[in-house]
């Protein structure tokens, strides 16, 4: 199980963290991710890691103001995000993939004045 949390209101320009906590399974032994949905729109990637020592891929529209990091012995991973945009308003989901995909339940980021 992923819980997800750190979401929430923020001015243009600012930054939030996001952490996803696993539960049941080690994040050590699984690709992991973050995902995003804003209203009307597709799921689309913002940031992945196959494995903890591997480069991560990140989106082009998130480049250069995200940072995607896991922490093993929390087994949490982390979404940094600075210069948020309001483009950046979405449903922000983790994920945890090997031979199977675990989602989590999503944590909402607003970026509005």
């Known amino acids: 199980q992923l819980q997800a949390s750190g979401g929430g209101l923020v001015q243009p320009g600012g930054s939030l963290r996001l952490s996803c906590a696993a539960s049941?399974?080690?994040?050590?032994?699984?690709?992991i991710g973050w995902f995003r949905q804003a209203p009307g729109k597709a799921r689309e990637p913002v940031s992945f890691?196959?494995?903890?020592?591997?480069?991560?891929y990140y989106a082009p529209a998130v480049k250069g103001r995200v940072t995607i990091s896991r922490d093993s012995a929390k087994n949490t991973v982390y979404l940094q995000m600075n210069s948020l945009k309001p483009a950046d308003t979405a449903m922000y989901y983790c994920?945890?993939?090997?031979?199977?995909?675990?989602w989590g339940q999503g944590t909402q980021v607003t970026v509005s004045s």
């Open positions: 994920r945890a993939e090997s031979s199977i995909v675990f």
């Open positions: 049941g399974l080690t994040f050590d032994n699984y690709g």
């Open positions: 890691s196959r494995t903890s020592d591997g480069a991560p």
